[in-house]
Each structure stands twice: as C-alpha cells, then as structure tokens.
C-alpha cells in the first residue's frame, strides 16, 4: 500500500486530475440514482426490486470480466470474503435505501448517507491503519456542518415523527453497513483479488442473498410490466451498479475509504440540483449554505496530509 493509499500523504495536483474523472462520475452518478430508486416503489417490493437490480448487476459484471479475460477464479476462502462483503454491500445496505425511501423522502436518505464519510474515516483507521490528520478532520468538519444544514432544511418536508424516525433508522443501518462492506474492499485481502472479479463475485453473491431475502419476505417474484420500472432497473443496474461500484472501487484502492466516501458528500448537493430539475425543488438559505459549506470542506479534506497510524 503506497503512502497516498494509507492516507499519508497529500493528493497532489496531478493526482488530483488522475481520480477527478472516477470522482466526479460516482459522485455524478449516485446523485441521480436517488430520484430512480422513489420509481422503484410502488408495485414491486423493495426486496425484489434489489434483487432484480444486483441480478442483472452481476450478469453484466461477471460477463465484463470474461470478456476483458480477468480471472474469475477465487479460492473457497476469498469466495467467503467476496460473499460477506457482497450481502453487506449489495444486500442488506440497498434493503436499507429502499426501506428507508418508502417512509421519508429520497432527498433525506442522500443526505443521512452523507455521513458515511465518519464510520469509513473511523473504520479505515481502526482495520487498515490510516491514520486522520487535523486538517481532514476540519474539512470533515466543515463538510458536515454543511450536511447538518442540508439535514435541517429536509427536516421541514419530512412526514409524521414515527415515518421520520422509521426512514432514518434505516438510513443509518444501510450506512452502516455499507462502511463495513467499503473498508472491507479496500483491505489486504480484497485488493489480492482481481477488482473486476471481486466486485462481480460480491454482487452474484448478494444477488443470491436477495433472492433468498424476497422470496422469505415476499414469496414468488413480483413484476412491474411498465417501461419506466424496467428502464430505472437497467440504470440501477448498469450504470449505478456495475460502472459506479467499480469506479468507486478504483478509488478505495488509490485513496481510501475515507477519502472516498466524500462522493457520499457531495452527493446531497447534486441530488437536489437534479431534483430543481425534474421535481421543482426550491432552494433555502440553508440548503444552499450547505452545498458550499460540503464543497468547501472537501476541497479542505482531500488536500490534507494524513498521518499514519502504525503498521498492523
């Protein structure tokens, strides 16, 4: 692991232009998923819905790895690694969203998922020594006082207290959860694996935990005959799953999790841009304080020196 990796080191400015494209496509990306996933709830259950998703997400991955001649070849051990970090990424993290997207508003849930940036940067240092510098911790900080704004000016659409606290439950178990599977990518034995195989193994084998999942919850498989569902599932699918995971595993494996999961940050503020677009969001004081406030303590962050905690 080299010294950008571990986070030690500052991101300099070419390397900075290396990860911008991944970064700002993940970021891109994930902020529109959130508008997609509110057009999956309705007729199908959400357990199906996901199962649908990571299905036809796997497919693509294992038929991309075949294609581009990755071994897809994993030892009954790294099979076991892949198959825990698929069911916390691909299962019970989008069980979470969808779950949490039927009581409060998608809006809400990006801006809960924001704080993934806290447990990565916490669990990073814990499991994989990279250390947190002072001044990641304040741009974190920044960040954040900007997310709580974003959090506050939801708060005003959000429905009953009981839907509210339902919605955010759920919100902090799939990112939770999430974390875990995140960390876990960007540790020892996952970067020994293929990335390629490694994300396609994880999502077959949380696909398979899904359908386990919907079948207990839901019985037999549920279908939506209208266009727009199978279109979102597709996106979901291709684009938000297959293209965005992989992306995003490139940068876990450049620059940490923690670093990485300041698309999780921006992704509120980008999300809320595209629903001015297509919902008619208006925009307050604070939601717009808060973008900047996230904005600024990203460029804050990512061009800290992290000090490094010891070896394990």
Same mark, same amino acid.
């Given at each position: 692991?080299? +010294?950008? !990796?571990?986070?030690?080191?500052?991101?300099?400015?070419?390397?900075?232009?290396?990860?911008?494209?991944?970064?700002?496509?993940?970021?891109?990306?994930?902020?529109?998923?959130?508008?997609?996933?509110?057009?999956?709830?309705?007729?199908?259950?959400? +357990?199906?819905?996901?199962?649908?998703?990571?299905?036809?997400?796997?497919?693509?991955?294992? +038929?991309?790895?075949?294609?581009?001649?990755?071994?897809?070849?994993?030892?009954?051990?790294?099979?076991?690694?892949?198959?825990?970090?698929?069911?916390?990424?691909?299962?019970?993290?989008?069980?979470?969203?969808?779950?949490?997207?039927?009581?409060?508003?998608? &809006?809400?849930?990006?801006?809960?998922?924001?704080?993934?940036?806290?447990?990565?940067?916490?669990?990073?240092?814990?499991?994989?020594?990279?250390?947190?510098?002072? /001044?990641?911790?304040?741009?974190?900080?920044?960040?954040?006082?900007?997310?709580?704004?974003?959090?506050?000016?939801?708060?005003?659409?959000?429905?009953?207290?009981? /839907?509210?606290?339902?919605?955010?439950?759920?919100?902090?178990?799939?990112?939770? @959860?999430?974390?875990?599977?995140?960390? *876990?990518?960007?540790?020892?034995?996952? /970067?020994?694996?293929?990335?390629?195989?490694?994300?396609?193994? &994880?999502?077959?084998?949380?696909? *398979?935990?899904?359908?386990?999942?919907?079948?207990?919850?839901?019985?037999?498989?549920?279908?939506?005959?209208?266009?727009?569902?199978?279109?979102?599932?597709?996106?979901?699918?291709?684009? &938000?799953?297959?293209?965005?995971?992989?992306?995003? +595993?490139?940068?876990?494996?450049? @620059?940490?999790?923690?670093?990485?999961?300041?698309?999780?940050?921006? !992704?509120?503020?980008?999300?809320?841009?595209?629903?001015?677009?297509?919902? &008619?969001?208006?925009?307050?004081?604070?939601?717009?304080?808060?973008?900047?406030?996230?904005?600024?303590?990203?460029?804050?962050?990512?061009? *800290? /020196?992290?000090?490094?905690?010891?070896?394990?």
């Amino acid at each position: 692991m080299d +010294a950008a !990796t571990a986070g030690t080191a500052p991101l300099v400015a070419e390397r900075q232009v290396k990860l911008a494209l991944p970064f700002v496509l993940v970021t891109l990306i994930w902020s529109s998923t959130w508008l997609v996933v509110r057009g999956q709830l309705g007729v199908v259950p959400p +357990a199906w819905s996901v199962t649908y998703r990571f299905g036809v997400a796997a497919a693509a991955m294992l +038929a991309y790895a075949r294609v581009s001649g990755i071994s897809l070849r994993l030892t009954p051990r790294q099979h076991g690694f892949a198959a825990a970090y698929g069911i916390a990424q691909y299962a019970l993290n989008y069980f979470g969203v969808y779950l949490a997207e039927r009581s409060v508003t998608s &809006g809400l849930v990006a801006v809960v998922f924001a704080l993934l940036l806290l447990p990565n940067a916490i669990l990073a240092r814990l499991f994989l020594a990279q250390g947190v510098s002072r /001044r990641f911790v304040a741009g974190s900080a920044i960040a954040l006082g900007g997310i709580a704004l974003l959090f506050a000016h939801e708060l005003h659409a959000a429905p009953s207290a009981h /839907r509210l606290a339902v919605g955010i439950g759920w919100s902090l178990f799939a990112v939770l @959860v999430a974390s875990i599977a995140q960390v *876990a990518q960007g540790s020892a034995p996952a /970067r020994a694996i293929p990335m390629a195989s490694f994300v396609a193994w &994880g999502m077959a084998w949380g696909a *398979a935990f899904d359908t386990c999942v919907a079948f207990t919850l839901d019985g037999s498989p549920v279908f939506d005959a209208s266009p727009a569902y199978w279109g979102g599932t597709l996106y979901l699918a291709l684009i &938000g799953s297959a293209l965005a995971f992989t992306l995003y +595993a490139r940068l876990i494996h450049a @620059v940490g999790p923690g670093r990485a999961a300041y698309t999780s940050v921006l !992704t509120p503020a980008i999300a809320m841009l595209l629903s001015t677009l297509f919902e &008619g969001y208006r925009w307050s004081w604070e939601a717009a304080l808060g973008c900047a406030a996230a904005l600024a303590g990203l460029a804050v962050a990512l061009r *800290a /020196r992290q000090s490094a905690s010891p070896a394990r």
